[in-house]
């Protein structure tokens, strides 16, 4: 059992001694919160079942032992076992929903986020969109949270693990999506057959051998599988732009986040009309490319494809 400090009364006093914790012992945040009061705050709430945001006058409620027991071994997991918070706590928040994760899954922390939450507006009229494809899905909520915002919108869920499909299921399911949304087992467009779509937007792996080698050790408690892009970063991304064309309808747009990777990508591909995406609540490395672009560009991709 971990130790309990006295003193520890109150939910604002187990966030601070939380944080305290967490800087003194040099962790790592980066899997939806970059500091560490916001890290113990985030844990604490969800190991007491409430949501973000709770109103300041509920910070000085007094906690139950058994309460007390379950967030000091969450806050002594984060500091021994050095995992993302998310995975402590079974959910993370993108978008404004709640999502189920574990360690078959990377935790949801996209800037397309707030791609989504606009409707993918001003790129396209969010009525009109009626096909998206999530590809590389992960927990889904990419796809799930495209399917919450554009309520006439049928989502495809697309991923290489089946591990990974089953965490997008409960996720369906947990947003009583089970109409509108489909989980498919693929390797990238392969098992897809004619389908097409107004929409295609894809978080890939786009972590370079070198870069994955150097990441914190939290990083390295999430599945490789979703992070690592071959020796540059760049495999899927390249695959992805190389096939987009052929399942996106005539004015459909392609979105893929590649990351720290952007760099690298427009090197390989220097004559490709990449716009990046601005996000107001921060983030970069996130491309857009219009059907008509993609098809122009092909012989250059399948150059690049070729190296």
Not at 133 to 139: E, P, R, W
Not at 196 to 201: G, M
Not at 295 to 300: D, E, H, M
Request: hydrophobic share 45%; net charge negative; with cysteine.
């Amino acid at each position: 059992m971990a130790e309990q400090p006295d003193g520890l009364i109150t939910i604002k006093d187990f966030v601070r001694w939380g944080a305290s914790r967490f800087n003194a012992a040099g962790l790592f945040f980066g899997h939806g919160t970059d500091n560490a009061l916001d890290e113990a705050a985030q844990l604490v709430l969800a190991g007491l079942h409430l949501e973000p945001g709770l109103p300041s006058v509920f910070h000085d409620c007094r906690l139950t032992p058994g309460e007390r027991v379950t967030l000091c071994e969450l806050i002594e997991r984060r500091l021994v076992e050095r995992v993302p918070a998310a995975y402590l706590t079974g959910s993370a928040w993108f978008a404004g929903l709640v999502f189920d994760v574990n360690r078959h899954v990377l935790v949801p922390r996209s800037p397309i986020a707030e791609l989504v939450e606009a409707g993918f507006e001003p790129w396209l009229e969010a009525t009109r969109i009626g096909r998206v494809l999530d590809l590389c899905t992960g927990s889904g909520c990419i796809g799930i949270a495209a399917a919450a915002y554009l309520p006439d919108a049928d989502v495809d869920l697309v991923d290489i693990s089946p591990e990974a499909l089953s965490v997008a299921r409960m996720n369906v399911a947990r947003h009583s999506l089970e109409d509108r949304v489909r989980v498919l087992e693929s390797d990238l467009f392969a098992s897809l057959g004619g389908n097409r779509y107004d929409v295609i937007v894809s978080n890939p792996p786009y972590v370079s051998r070198a870069e994955l080698a150097s990441l914190p050790i939290e990083y390295h408690r999430e599945p490789s599988l979703g992070l690592l892009g071959g020796e540059d970063g760049l495999d899927l991304v390249i695959r992805i732009l190389g096939e987009a064309d052929q399942f996106l309808e005539d004015d459909g747009i392609l979105v893929v986040e590649v990351g720290s990777s952007a760099q690298a990508l427009v090197e390989r591909l220097p004559e490709v009309p990449f716009t990046w995406l601005a996000f107001e609540r921060g983030g970069d490395g996130v491309l857009l490319l219009t059907r008509e672009q993609l098809v122009a560009c092909q012989p250059l991709i399948e150059d690049a494809m070729s190296l």
